[in-house]
């Protein structure tokens, strides 16, 4: 939509109530992350465990590792990671491609860049509800072709999850959420309607943008913005350059959670358990006792 449209077509817009820098960490064997959620600042966004924006250069990585109890998306920016688990599923996923794996109750994994170029891209982890945490692990895998986009007055989304301008993404999410890559040109602005039950944050890929008054402040890339209630999201680019940034909305599960690095489960106990179920490789693990990624 262009700077002539008219006012946002919600009843509550959705303003910002937080926002922070995602600074760089160390993480894995030598990659550098910017994390999102997850750190000091904001511990938890529920559904949302996790949100990084990394970086590796080979041969840092992240090498073989567990995880039980909730999904991971992937979605590249730039370069090609490849991953093998323990059941013997191995790819490589390149720069616009999506993996959204479900560990359910239990995979070991390894994430490894591909080729000798950096490798940068988003990893999210989403919660599961306490009915679907010892689920069977699967994935669902999206090449960039293959992910629906949308372009309108100088607006351009790609729809990972969910739906916007229209079109609507194939996967399945087992907890409703809403994963919108968008890109604006400069004078540009996007409505994007969230359901108001969900909470829904942004992160600014690069470009700096205006969201959820007009009469904010420009934000600038790497910054986290949590949102508050509301029914949608406006955003505009008043800049020279484009903006490209993801919006991501989940509904909240409102259950317990205990975490224990990549463990993420309703109680203390089940957490113990899980610890024992890796150790010994049983109740979903037992594959892991023989296998190493190559």
């Not at 370069?79 to 720069?95: E, L, P, S, V």
């Not at 969230?194 to 890339?221: D, M």
């Not at 975490?259 to 309703?266: A, D, E, K, L």
Request: net charge negative; glycine share 10%.
């Amino acid at each position: 939509m262009s700077e002539s449209s008219q006012t946002p077509p919600f009843d509550r817009p959705r303003s910002v109530v937080k926002m922070f820098l995602a600074r760089h960490q160390q993480e894995g064997a030598g990659a550098v992350v910017r994390r999102c959620i997850g750190r000091n600042e904001l511990k938890f966004l529920d559904p949302f465990l996790m949100l990084d924006h990394f970086s590796v250069t080979p041969p840092a990585g992240f090498p073989d590792h567990p995880h039980r109890g909730f999904e991971t998306v992937t979605y590249m920016l730039q370069g090609a990671i490849t991953h093998q688990d323990f059941a013997g599923r191995k790819g490589t996923i390149g720069t616009g491609d999506v993996q959204w794996m479900t560990a359910g109750r239990g995979i070991v994994h390894s994430e490894m860049p591909a080729g000798e170029e950096v490798s940068n891209g988003l990893q999210l982890w989403i919660n599961l509800s306490s009915r679907d945490k010892m689920i069977e692990p699967s994935y669902q895998e999206l090449l960039s072709d293959e992910i629906v986009r949308a372009e309108e007055d100088g607006v351009e989304v790609r729809v990972i999850a969910g739906e916007s301008m229209g079109v609507r993404s194939s996967v399945h999410t087992r907890t409703p959420t809403i994963f919108l890559d968008f890109t604006l040109k400069p004078r540009a602005q996007v409505h994007q309607s969230i359901p108001a039950s969900w909470n829904s944050f942004v992160y600014i890929i690069e470009g700096e943008g205006v969201f959820g008054s007009s009469n904010s402040s420009p934000v600038a890339a790497h910054h986290v913005l949590v949102l508050g209630p509301g029914d949608g999201l406006s955003a505009w680019n008043r800049s020279s350059n484009s903006l490209r940034f993801v919006l991501i909305g989940g509904q909240p599960l409102d259950e317990p959670v205990a975490q224990y690095g990549p463990f993420v489960m309703n109680t203390q106990a089940e957490i113990n358990k899980t610890i024992e179920d890796y150790q010994y490789c049983k109740n979903g693990f037992e594959l892991a006792r023989s296998w190493r990624s190559q």
